[in-house]
Nanobody, 127 residues
Framework: QVQLVESGGGLVQAGGSLRLSCAASGRTFSSYTMGWFRQAPGKEREFVAAISGPGGTTKYADSAKGRFTISRDNAKNTVYLQMNNLKPEDTAVYHC????????????????????WGQGTQVTVSA
């Protein structure tokens, strides 16, 4: 069982930056592929970024490429999402998620592939 707690959301102007963190419980964090998803009001949850257990593979949605960076610190059981050049369309609740397999699979683009979810942190980008 893994518990995930996100932090770092907030209100920022367009062009600004935020760094989200997701702290995980448990002693086998490096065995989990971690993902970030977001959900805006009235929209489906969508993939943002993911990182393999050892951290060697990262994947991004087209909307995140070049602006967002996912990373992890397995010694701290934490995954991060650095978001730069934020746009109003990035406004959403951001959730981290975990799947108990360390290596990337294309199924992990889908939220249904993840076993564990955090409660989410609100990101609001004003124009």
């Amino acid at each position: 069982q893994v518990q995930l707690v996100e932090s770092g959301g907030g209100l920022v102007q367009a062009g600004g930056s935020l760094r989200l963190s997701c702290a995980a419980s448990g002693r086998t964090f490096s065995s989990y592929t971690m993902g970030w998803f977001r959900q805006a009001p009235g929209k489906e949850r969508e993939f943002v970024a993911a990182i393999s257990g050892p951290g060697g593979t990262t994947k991004y949605a087209d909307s995140a490429k070049g602006r967002f960076t996912i990373s992890r610190d397995n010694a701290k059981n934490t995954v991060y999402l650095q978001m730069n050049n934020l746009k109003p369309e990035d406004t959403a609740v951001y959730h981290c998620a975990a799947v108990p397999l360390p290596f990337w699979h294309d199924a992990y683009y889908s939220p249904g592939a993840y076993n564990y979810w955090g409660q989410g942190t609100q990101v609001t980008v004003s124009a």
